[in-house]
């Protein structure tokens, strides 16, 4: 048994789980970026200063400049080819992992009554298994490059320090900055993803209700006023996806931007350091290769708390879409068979026994807890073939009389 409702888990606790329903798939993923980034790209950076290091005047070269460039072009073939596996294990994490979730909030709907099976509209309902269910799926798997990458940056920080300790600290000096950059603007970043994601949960919504009530529209001459409030719900939707999108494109620019102006810098000192001999042509270009790498790094640590706190608002949707259950249910492992044939799907054949003759209704009640109106205490029995009528005014119980008698509603007492 999980947490009660109430209880609710952790960001970080739900990724465990989740990593936890198809572990090989995560591991494997795991495992090629850490080889790319942490193996073969530091094998290329190597090969890279050594070539230059052979190429610098007086300098002896152990093997021909075409070996070099062989190997080179051996080292890119074998990433290549492992960042080919790489994007086919991350599509396979993000179409399961997404797929799991979505078909635990869609057990649990049809678990419930289905007249109250949905906290919100089915618009809303349908943001949340299409977007935040795929933002999440999305943000675990692009995670491991902060961590690949990381690690990439560990092994470069201590040969760089081998080589120029001053050189080092200013590659590495625009890390600093982005992770107060980052902590100072996450509530934001959780405001701006909440509301963009609730405004479009309201259009799709509409457009259900709409749908589903356009015989009344067109009785009631109502479609300017519906078309107007359908223009109102677009532009605040407008309004809050483009304040989200802008507030993290800023946030992605600045980050990326802080770290130009820093290589800017690098590339002044290590010249001057190359003039002076202490840095050679190699160092030079081994440290130019980190640098990428080092950029592309700070940049990703930025967006990475980011997208976490905008991963943190999906999963909330999505648990408040799970009603009462415990929080671990969202992401309980479960088959999603996206590969394969699909399971036999049981036939139950039809007797007499399952013919209804006769409908008995016995002290039905219901009341809603919002408004406490309902039904209470109907009985009444209908022969099968024969005709009844239900009539009262308008909030009088006759839908949720009907509800009752066809399951939609809960029981009480």
Known sequence: MGEMKGERLSTWRYWWLLIKCHPGLYGTTTLLRILIFAGIFQVEGLLIRALFEGLTDGAVMTWGPMTWVVLLIMTAVARNGFIMVD???????????????????????LSRPGARALPSSTGEAISRFRGDAEDVGQFT????????????????FVIMLGIDVQITLFVFLPLTA?????????????????DSRATTGNVTGFIGEMFSAVMAIKGGTAEERVLARFGELNEARRKTALRDKLFYEILNSIFRNMTTLGTGVILLVGGAALQDGSFTV??????????????DLTARIGTFFARFKQMGVALARMDKLMGESAPEALVAPTPTYLSGDLPEVPYVSKGDEHHLERLVVRDLRYRYPESGGGVEGASFEMERGSFTVVTGRVGSGKTTLLRGVLGLLPTQR
């Open 87 to 109: 994007m086919y294990v991350f599509f396979a994490w993000v179409f399961n992992s997404g797929a799991v979730m979505r078909k635990n909030m869609f057990a649990y709907i």
């Open 178 to 194: 982005v992770l107060i950059i980052a902590h100072r603007t996450r509530l934001l970043v959780e405001k701006y993803r909440e």
């Open 282 to 295: 190699g160092d030079f270009s081994l440290f130019v290769f980190y640098l990428g790498f080092v950029t």
């Open 141 to 156: 798997a692009e995670a491991l490059f902060v961590v690949a990458q990381g690690i990439f940056a560990v092994t470069a």
